[in-house]
């Protein structure tokens, strides 16, 4: 089975030496999605990043992997 390790803000930002701030005002918006990347557990204000997904598509992402989702699936790239 599976495990998966549920960090705060304050924890993810050490790992992955961001500053806790920058996680909350623009990751959290922009590059983590809830659900993806972050929970709220029994619906509270409270926030978990799953470090699994995180780290995975961290490794995972190269330069030419961002873009803007299209709607026919494609991406745009500029």
Not at 10 to 23: G, M, N, P, Q, S
Request: aromatic share 8%; charged share 25%; proline share 4%.
């Amino acid at each position: 089975m599976a495990t998966t390790t549920y960090l705060t803000t304050d924890e993810l930002a050490l790992r992955i030496k961001y500053d806790a701030r920058t996680i909350r005002e623009r990751l959290k918006d922009s590059v983590l999605l809830e659900g993806v990347h972050y929970i709220r557990p029994f619906g509270g204000r409270k926030i978990l990043f799953l470090w699994e997904k995180i780290e995975s598509d961290m490794i995972g992402m190269t330069p030419q992997q961002f873009g803007i989702p299209m709607a026919n699936g494609g991406v745009c790239h500029g």
